[in-house]
């Protein structure tokens, strides 16, 4: 039986490649409009990075993290003994841990200076079941803009996830903007006991998830799928009632921001997204329609205290992310095309093995200046020839016999127009890069 590729993973063919690319390089477009940067940090991270910077509360901590102990380490844990911190890794579940840890380690945040604004993108590694829109291994783009705490810069970032969208093609019509606050280390403490007070008077009707961590972040109830959990917790504390007054002014700030903008949202107080670094402004962008249960395709916030959680200095921080694969669900689904379909602006077709050897010249220095070229290594006949051009969708196909060898042309056909036109060998690449026009 031939190897398969793992469960919960994608091979990315040559059109959905292509569309991926152009995915990335479109966000990357959009976002350096404002200022974000590029970073590559690395795929794996020591697994406390996750740990403390997730929370150990989180589904991605306690369930889903792909986790690795190699070598000598490995032989240790098996005869019974400890294995440093240091020594043990994870795959990245998320992103914005591991670019906040080059921001600490690396010290991009200097006292006074502007704040540091970074773009990524890779894939992201999850243990869990695979569904449509939810795999194993995914592929992300996303953001963080560390050292500003400023409301501007959370409305500035939503503004600019809504931009890339419609530009990637979403339509604005098929998107829903969900806005709420957390609050911060101010007020979140009371709002957490009201709702754990509010869940133990009512974990007979809760499942064994959300009682088993009520202790630790009961705000994950409001996440819970269990029909029971989510009836119980439409009637749970909201956390607007219980904002301090710092808090209501930057969500009351951010919301000014959007309105002036014309970004229409809606205020949802249960929504509080997946991991526990949130403070203040959380959001969460869904398709209306055509997605089932798996609607959000980007979401983000703002993470005031994450920086000290992994060990660095005090640091606010905001960012988001946002999944290729539910964002090609959403542009299916709104009838986009996500299949770029390899570019070949010409074919050179030989007629005999004669012309094989200039065909295979011809080709380079088409190349060379600029042009997308293709050639038969097969030594097909010229009808066979054609058909693999037509199937690759060149734009034009320069014939070679020994005659043209001779003359030192090419005969050039337009395959939409059917029109041939005689050209210099030399001129071919300039014919073909200015739409059948040749230049000097």
């Given at each position: 039986?031939?190897?398969?590729?793992?469960?919960?993973?994608?091979d990315?063919?040559?059109?959905?490649?292509?569309?991926?690319?152009?995915?990335?390089?479109?966000?990357?477009?959009?976002?350096?409009?404002y200022?974000?940067?590029p970073?590559?940090v690395?795929?794996?991270?020591?697994t406390?990075?996750?740990?403390?910077g997730?929370?150990?509360a989180?589904?991605?901590?306690?369930?889903e993290?792909?986790?690795?102990?190699?070598?000598?380490?490995?032989k240790?844990?098996?005869?019974?003994?400890?294995?440093k911190?240091?020594?043990?890794?994870?795959?990245?579940p998320?992103g914005?841990a591991?670019?906040?840890?080059?921001?600490?380690?690396n010290?991009?945040?200097?006292?006074?200076?502007?704040?540091?604004?970074?773009?990524?993108?890779?894939?992201?590694?999850?243990?869990?079941?695979?569904q449509?829109?939810r795999?194993?291994?995914?592929?992300?783009?996303?953001?963080e803009?560390?050292?500003?705490?400023?409301?501007?810069?959370?409305?500035?970032?939503?503004?600019?996830?809504?931009r890339?969208?419609e530009?990637?093609?979403i339509?604005?019509e098929n998107m829903?903007?969900?806005?709420?606050?957390m609050?911060?280390?101010?007020?979140?403490?009371?709002?957490?006991?009201?709702?754990?007070?509010?869940?133990m008077?009512?974990?007979s009707?809760?499942c064994?998830?959300c009682?088993r961590?009520?202790d630790?972040?009961?705000l994950?109830?409001?996440d819970?799928k269990?029909?029971?959990?989510?009836r119980?917790m439409?009637?749970?504390?909201?956390?607007s009632?219980?904002?301090c007054?710092d808090?209501?002014?930057?969500?009351?700030?951010?919301?000014?921001y959007?309105d002036?903008?014309?970004?229409?949202?809606?205020?949802?107080?249960?929504?509080?997204?997946?991991?526990d670094?949130?403070?203040?402004?959380v959001f969460?962008i869904?398709?209306?329609?055509?997605m089932g249960s798996?609607?959000?395709?980007?979401?983000?916030?703002?993470?005031?205290?994450?920086?000290?959680?992994?060990?660095?200095?005090?640091?606010?921080?905001?960012?988001?992310?946002?999944?290729?694969?539910?964002?090609?669900?959403?542009?299916t689904?709104?009838?986009?095309?996500?299949?770029?379909?390899?570019?070949?602006?010409?074919f050179?077709?030989?007629?005999?093995?004669t012309?094989?050897?200039?065909?295979?010249?011809?080709?380079q220095?088409?190349?060379?200046?600029?042009?997308?070229?293709?050639?038969d290594?097969?030594?097909?006949?010229?009808?066979?020839?054609?058909?693999?051009?037509d199937?690759?969708?060149?734009?034009?196909?320069?014939?070679?016999?020994?005659?043209?060898?001779?003359?030192?042309v090419?005969?050039?056909?337009?395959?939409?127009?059917?029109?041939?036109?005689?050209?210099?060998?030399?001129?071919?690449?300039?014919?073909?890069?200015?739409?059948?026009?040749?230049?000097?």
């Open positions: 039986m031939a190897i398969q590729r793992p469960k919960g993973t994608e990315l063919l040559a059109g959905k490649a292509i569309f991926y690319r152009h995915f990335v390089d479109t966000a990357f477009e959009v976002f350096g409009r200022g974000y940067v970073i590559e690395p795929t794996f991270e020591q406390d990075l996750f740990v403390r997730l929370g150990t989180t589904d991605v901590v306690s369930k993290m792909f986790t690795a102990i190699s070598g000598e380490n490995l240790s844990l098996l005869v019974g003994e400890t294995v911190p240091e020594s043990r890794f994870s795959l990245r998320e914005t591991g670019v906040v840890r080059a921001v600490a380690q010290n991009l945040v200097a006292q006074g200076s502007a704040p540091v604004k970074l773009m990524y993108a890779g894939s992201m590694f999850r243990a869990e079941r695979p449509k829109g795999l194993r291994e995914f592929h992300q783009v996303g953001i803009c560390l050292g500003a705490s400023a409301p501007s810069v959370d409305a500035e970032g939503i503004i600019m996830l809504m890339f969208y530009r990637i093609g339509p604005r829903r903007l969900l806005l709420n606050s609050g911060d280390h101010t007020c979140r403490p009371a709002y957490r006991e009201a709702v754990r007070t509010y869940i008077d009512h974990a009707e809760m064994d998830e009682t961590r009520v630790i972040n009961p994950r109830s409001f819970c269990n029909p029971d959990c989510q119980v439409a009637n749970a504390p909201i956390i009632d219980w904002l007054d808090c209501k002014s930057h969500y009351n700030q951010v919301k000014a959007l002036a903008a014309g970004i229409e949202y809606v205020e949802d107080p249960s929504l509080v997204r997946g991991l670094y949130y403070t203040r402004t969460e869904q398709v209306v329609d055509g798996q609607s959000a395709i980007g979401g983000g916030g703002r993470y005031d205290g994450l920086m000290e959680e992994i060990g660095g200095k005090s640091c606010p921080g905001f960012g988001f992310a946002l999944g290729f694969e539910r964002c090609v669900l959403a542009l689904a709104a009838g986009v095309s996500v299949v770029n379909n390899p570019t070949c602006t010409l050179i077709a030989c007629v005999d093995d012309a094989r050897s200039q065909g295979f010249i011809l080709a220095a088409c190349r060379d200046a600029g042009v997308a070229v293709e050639i290594h097969q030594s097909r006949s010229l009808k066979s020839q054609f058909k693999l051009a199937k690759l969708g060149a734009t034009y196909v320069a014939v070679l016999g020994p005659d043209e060898v001779a003359a030192g090419a005969k050039v056909r337009d395959m939409a127009s059917h029109e041939e036109q005689s050209v210099s060998f030399a001129g071919v690449a300039r014919f073909v890069s200015h739409g059948g026009v040749e230049t000097k």
